[in-house]
């Protein structure tokens, strides 16, 4: 019995330990993500100003707005 009772801490370590890097991995791809969806943001607003010959005010807005820094 008291075989199980050590095999199932050490499950439940592991499971702990997987359950944490998992979690990590999802935040480190999160983070690296959210650049590339503010230039993919930014360079869609440039677009659709460039209809309304709009550019630089549109641009500088969506910047300014989807900074993570600010």
Do not use: K, N, Y
Not at 31 to 55: C, D, E, I, K, Y
């Amino acid at each position: 019995m008291e075989f199980l009772l050590l095999w199932w801490d050490e499950l439940d370590d592991v499971i702990g330990a997987c359950r944490h890097l998992a979690t990590s991995t999802v935040d480190e791809v999160a983070g690296l993500a959210q650049p590339v969806v503010t230039a993919a943001v930014a360079t869609g607003a440039w677009l659709v100003a460039a209809r309304f010959a709009a550019h630089a005010p549109l641009l500088a807005a969506a910047a300014a707005l989807l900074d993570p820094r600010v």
